[in-house]
């Protein structure tokens, strides 16, 4: 699975799950990133994902969506990748996130959805 990328999770994902009430797609998602990197979150995230929401990028009561893009910057990962197209997955987001990251001296990072690294190749 995955083979063609380097693939990553956080703990705010894993909590995320853990917060699904269909307990049957709790189990399918966390079996499905079993095997996976959890990468922890740093306290720098908190800070960086604070900037991105006093910045108008993310909205103030998605907090999480903030923390995903922080954590993804804080590790140096390349993409991000989200089904998320409301925050995340849309060129007004990727540009704010990308100034912030730039003005900070952090690397640009790519938020794209998953059709756009081949879709259900990787089902």
């Known amino acids: 699975m995955f083979k063609d990328f380097e693939v990553y999770t ?3 994902t894993i909590a995320e799950i853990n917060g ?3 307990t049957n797609l709790r189990g399918r998602l966390l079996r499905l990133i079993k095997s996976i990197r959890v990468l922890e979150v740093p306290e720098e995230a908190q800070e960086l994902a604070k900037k991105y929401i006093d910045e108008d990028i993310i909205p103030e009561d998605y907090l999480d969506d903030a923390l995903h893009i922080a954590i993804a910057i804080l590790y140096q990962i390349d993409i991000l990748v989200s089904w998320n197209f409301k925050h995340l997955v849309n060129p007004v987001t990727r540009r704010g996130i990308n100034a912030i990251n ?3 001296g952090y690397k640009q990072v790519d ?3 998953p059709e756009e690294l081949g879709g ?4």
């Open 120 to 123: 259900d190749k990787y089902e």
């Open 102 to 104: 730039m003005l900070k």
């Open 10 to 12: 956080s703990q705010v």
């Open 20 to 22: 699904t009430s269909d």
């Open 111 to 113: 938020i794209v959805s």
